[in-house]
């Protein structure tokens, strides 16, 4: 006799939509954000109903910035144009264009709009006009993310660089040496994936920033979330569902996702 407990069930299902590639989903309240390589942008509800969709880019839809106001679209190669819509209306406001490539990263930190690319370059946006370029990495920014007063940016090449979010000013960066897939800030840790499956935990430490390899896989690792309580590890089509306790990260189960 053999009993389960606590069973997890994995779906097999396809939500009809994009036509191609999706690259990026964003959860917003009780609406759900995709950008994919149709040049479209689609609203989906709670019940996953698909609500709206929008024709942002002549290219792919690379990713998505969600604010309180506006939703922001990067574009890729050649369309390298930020779309700026009215998050109530969905109507577009601003074409930014600044970047010389790919847009891969948006986010919006207080007033501002930050977008990362192809072009190995960071700019950072106020009133939707260019107010810096940051120029600290030699490879394609891949992404951002904000952690303890740092915006934190990550390449191909495997560099993590932390700026100062009070004036942009670039502190730090550490070099894991495999692209870097994801950035996941979880009980005021950050933990990073890469193309080489590892994970790294980073922490703040009397105003030092410490780190270490808490988990390896055999494959890439994409994405990184959490559910309050555990962290959740996309790998090769499983998902990983990992407790970090002080003794160390510990693997708690996992399930196929197709």
């Given at each position: ?161 932390f700026s100062a979010l009070d004036d942009f ?90």
């Amino acid at each position: 006799i053999i009993t389960i407990r606590n069973p997890c069930y994995a779906l097999d299902f396809t939500l009809y939509g994009h036509n191609s590639v999706v690259w990026e989903l964003r959860f917003d309240n009780d609406r759900l954000y995709s950008a994919g390589a149709d040049g479209t942008l689609k609203v989906w509800n709670k019940e996953l109903v698909p609500l709206q969709n929008i024709t942002s880019h002549n290219s792919w839809a690379r990713c998505i910035g969600i604010s309180d106001k506006y939703i922001a679209v990067g574009g890729y190669k050649p369309d390298n144009t930020i779309k700026v819509y009215d998050k109530n209306t969905l109507k577009l406001i601003y074409t930014l264009k600044a970047h010389k490539g790919s847009v891969f990263a948006l986010l919006f930190y207080k007033s501002f709009l930050i977008s990362a690319g192809s072009d190995n370059t960071i700019i950072v946006w106020k009133d939707f006009k260019p107010l810096k370029s940051l120029k600290i990495h030699d490879g394609w920014v891949r992404k951002l993310g904000i952690y303890n007063g740092y915006l934190v940016s990550g390449d191909e090449n495997g560099r993590l660089s932390f700026s100062a979010l009070d004036d942009f000013k670039f502190e730090r960066s550490f070099e894991l040496k495999s692209q870097i897939l994801s950035l996941h800030v979880f009980q005021n840790k950050l933990y990073v994936g890469t193309s080489d499956g590892s994970v790294y935990r980073f922490s703040l430490d009397k105003g030092q920033i410490k780190y270490e390899k808490i988990l390896s896989f055999e494959s890439t690792v994409q994405s990184i979330t959490d559910d309050g309580k555990s962290l959740y590890l996309s790998v090769e089509g499983k998902v990983i569902v990992v407790n970090d306790e002080t003794t160390g990260a510990k693997i708690v189960r996992n399930f196929d996702m197709s």
